[in-house]
Nanobody, 116 residues
Framework: QVQLVESGGGLLQAGGSLRLSCAASGNIFSIFTMDWYRQAPGKQRELVAAITSGDTTNYADSVKGRFTISRDNAKNTVYLQMNSVKPEDTAVYYC??????????WGQGTQVTVSS
């Protein structure tokens, strides 16, 4: 069983910075991918950034160069550093964990609102 606890969401102005955190606890498999997804009202959930247990990263084109995903393995925590945010970044951001073996897990989501 894995639990994901997200934090760091909030309201900020365009151009600002924010860091989201996702702390995982429980039985974490050694080979996995952790991702940040986001979903705006009326829109499909989309992948924002991903990081593997081997520290390979992947970003959506819309956030490339502005967002950085990182991981602290000792704390089982994944971060999303959001810089130069835009109103288009407004969404509920979800942490996602997918082990090689076992079921997937989702966080509860944290709201990020960017004003112009």
């Amino acid at each position: 069983q894995v639990q994901l606890v997200e934090s760091g969401g909030g309201l900020l102005q365009a151009g600002g910075s924010l860091r989201l955190s996702c702390a995982a606890s429980g039985n974490i498999f050694s080979i996995f991918t952790m991702d940040w997804y986001r979903q705006a009202p009326g829109k499909q959930r989309e992948l924002v950034a991903a990081i593997t247990s081997g520290d390979t990263t992947n970003y959506a084109d819309s956030v490339k160069g502005r967002f950085t995903i990182s991981r602290d393995n000792a704390k089982n925590t994944v971060y999303l550093q959001m810089n130069s945010v835009k109103p288009e970044d407004t969404a509920v951001y979800y942490c996602h964990y997918k082990p090689l073996i076992g079921r997937e897990y989702w966080g509860q989501g944290t709201q990020v609102t960017v004003s112009s």
